[in-house]
């Protein structure tokens, strides 16, 4: 391969991500973002991959063999040794926003990258691991920043071009919008940037102060890379084009069905193993050319399926073991709409002489009327509100289990949401 410089060269583009992979099986996504970006794109790339003690060996060499297949070159940032004295002082200061189960050091990386990447790297395009780059990465890094530090996809430009509206309320309640100069017009996603390195380190460090604004809302924080982003650059950055970071649980909601060019980002749970969704497609078609899938992966996916499968099956089998020995020698009566018990009555092979309360629309207004003595019958409610009505029961008394049941977790999951599909992908 030929080395190629990692600086100002005017045919590269710098990309990074960041990961913290405790598991490793974390690493794959990020190398079908960067298939996705190598495929789509003519020009050299330098991949900036900013990472922790937790990549493993296995997963850096695929990362290298990625990258060389292509003809591109990879540079590896260890976060954990090279900023050892900032993340110990962000941890003294707000150890939540470092280290818990749903957010890891990882988030902060981007916020660091000014501070590791060579003073050569001006500008850098930062994607996070769940992306999918369906364009040529060339249009995105050569947009003009007129002036601006940073870019970014605002979601009130999202929003707009679904022809949806941003509740204006929540200026009134964020703590963000009403601590600093953001609002809902300009709260951006950070998910996809691109960064004027060069301006950003002359501002200094914006993590640390950065924290220390957020520690005094600790209770509000909802994303805490994302917020101090924003509390920094909320006035001051680049609206970028709304299919620079397609959010997809929106895109899925509100969308056309074809696909954009642009980059997609499957934020939260949004990845489906649906190869007939195109944006479900869209992933795999590059998670496939990675070196993650393999025979091994395709072997253990199975195996993950169908473990996953047996113990959805088993708790079901085991709490219907449980619901017979409640009505054991007592009579079941059923409680539900009026439209579902033909359904239930089939389902459950309810005699005749079995009751079942159906309840008209309107029934919460006018209370339930329960008329069968818990010593000879065992309610089994199918409400959307049984939650609530749980509570209800036992503060009168009742015993779950014993008095009362709720009849859905009798009942197997359709087969379309009977598996928890990223769920199981992210576990291989």
């Not at 930062?126 to 780059?133: G, H, N, R």
């Not at 969704?277 to 590059?286: I, M, Q």
């Not at 089994?380 to 939650?387: C, D, H, I, K, Q």
């Not at 749980?390 to 359709?414: N, V």
Request: proline share 3%.
């Amino acid at each position: 391969m030929v080395q190629k410089r990692i600086g100002q060269d005017a045919r590269m583009v710098h990309v990074a991500y960041a990961m913290t992979d405790k598991q490793g099986t974390y690493s794959k996504y990020i190398g079908a973002s960067m298939c996705s970006l190598f495929t789509r794109t003519d020009s050299w790339v330098t991949i900036h991959l900013l990472h922790d003690e937790t990549l493993t060996e296995q997963n850096r060499n695929y990362f290298i063999e990625l990258t060389r297949r292509f003809g591109q070159q990879i540079f590896f940032y260890n976060m954990a040794e090279l900023c050892q004295d900032i993340l110990k002082e962000a941890r003294e200061i707000f150890k939540e926003a470092v280290d818990t189960d749903y957010y890891t050091p990882a988030a902060l990386y981007r916020i660091l990258a000014p501070r590791v990447l060579p003073e050569e790297v001006q500008r850098l395009v930062y994607l996070d691991a769940d992306t999918i780059v369906n364009m040529d990465i060339r249009r995105f890094w050569e947009i003009f920043m007129d002036g601006h530090p940073l870019g970014a996809v605002s979601e009130r430009d999202l929003l707009n071009h679904y022809q949806r509206q941003v509740d204006k309320s929540i200026d009134e309640k964020l703590y963000l919008f009403k601590n600093s100069w953001t609002d809902s017009d300009t709260c951006f996603n950070s998910g996809v940037l691109i960064m004027d390195l060069e301006k950003i380190r002359k501002m200094g460090d914006i993590l640390l102060p950065g924290l220390r604004f957020l520690v005094q809302h600790e209770e509000e924080c909802r994303f805490f890379d994302q917020d101090i982003l924003n509390y920094f650059f909320s006035r001051d950055y680049l609206h970028l084009p709304w299919n620079y970071n397609i959010l997809q649980h929106w895109d899925r909601r509100w969308g056309a069905p074809e696909l954009h060019e642009g980059i997609y980002h499957y934020m939260g749970r949004t990845l489906r193993l649906n190869y007939n969704e195109p944006r479900d497609r869209v992933f795999y078609e590059a998670f496939v050319q990675s070196p993650w899938c393999n025979a091994e992966f395709i072997c253990k996916s199975h195996a993950v399926t169908r473990n996953i499968m047996g113990g959805i099956i088993e708790k079901n089998n085991a709490l219907n073991r449980r619901a017979a020995a409640a009505w054991a020698g007592r009579r079941r009566v059923f409680v539900g709409t009026k439209e579902n018990e033909a359904k239930l009555r089939d389902m459950f092979f309810l005699k005749d002489v079995e009751p079942y309360v159906a309840l008209e629309e309107g029934w919460e207004k006018q209370g339930l009327n329960l008329p069968y003595d818990l010593g000879t019958h065992v309610y089994v409610f199918f409400l959307e509100t049984f939650p609530q009505l749980r509570k209800q029961l036992e503060e009168a008394g009742w015993r779950e289990w014993e008095d009362f049941i709720d009849g859905k977790d009798l009942i197997l999951p359709h087969p379309s949401r009977l598996l928890d599909e990223y769920r199981i992908f992210m576990v291989m």
